[in-house]
């Protein structure tokens, strides 16, 4: 089983309408991030939080919300998607704590592919 | 001017050769610098990370860092064609900065 899961895998959706990617992970991290992957844009940080109560905006907020419901589970939701949010998003978690090398290593995800028509 | 900076590619070579993947940063105060490789429709992997100037070697990667240029590269000798993906470029400062990637195919 994957460390990090992510859910759905696959999702269509109009636009107007809410979405919820959900992310869930076994490795005890605390910190947890939500990316997004357009072609030719590389990843972009949506939102990363360090802990349950702390939550922080990444340099693509705008459009999204997050909810950090335990320290195993972070969710985005998009309340009103539109098209331009069509795209790749990877959840992501690391922890310098107990990362022994301490490199600070981003564990991803297999990634959720939205597509909003 | 974005964080993370990388040729986008694309970048075809024999097998056998070697490849070479530059990437160049903004933030002087960056501490730790990572190569991923992507699979097409895969998520991203960890290959190398390196903190300190100078090479780091691990197999057939070496990853070298030069923190006054602002510069870190990857080198992947005997390339394979199972080394054809993308790879990332990603500086840690406050954040994670990841570059737009270079896609390198190796030709059988």
């Known amino acids: 089983d994957a460390d990090v899961t992510q859910t759905p895998r696959n999702r269509i959706t109009k636009t107007g309408k809410r979405i919820m990617l959900e992310c869930s992970q076994t490795?005890?991290?605390?910190?947890m991030y939500w990316y997004r992957q357009d072609p030719g844009l590389g990843l972009r940080l949506i939102y990363y939080s360090f802990d349950v109560k702390d939550i922080n905006k990444g340099e693509i907020s705008d459009g999204y919300s997050v909810s950090r419901q335990a320290q195993a589970k972070f969710s985005l939701s998009l309340e009103s998607a539109i098209p331009n949010q069509t795209a790749l998003y990877f959840c992501?978690?690391?922890?310098?704590?107990?990362?022994?090398?301490?490199?600070?290593?981003?564990?991803f995800g297999e990634g959720s592919r939205l597509t909003v028509l | 001017q974005k964080e993370v900076e990388q040729n986008s590619g694309p970048l075809s070579v024999p097998e056998g050769a070697i490849a070479s993947l530059n990437c160049t940063y903004s933030d002087r105060g960056s501490q730790s610098f990572f190569w991923y490789r992507q699979y097409s429709g895969k998520s991203p992997e960890l290959i190398m990370f390196?903190?300190?100037?100078g090479d780091k070697e691990d197999g057939r990667f070496t990853a070298q860092l030069n923190k006054a240029s602002q510069y870190v590269s990857l080198l992947i000798r005997d390339s394979q064609p199972s080394d054809s993906a993308t790879y990332l470029c990603?500086?840690?400062?406050?954040?994670?900065?990841f570059g737009t990637g270079t896609s390198l195919t190796v030709i059988p």
């Open positions: 990603a500086v840690m400062g406050n954040q994670f900065y």
């Open positions: 390196i903190y300190s100037n």
């Open positions: 490795k005890g991290h605390d910190r």
């Open positions: 992501a978690t690391s922890d310098i704590r107990r990362d022994r090398a301490n490199t600070g290593e981003l564990f």
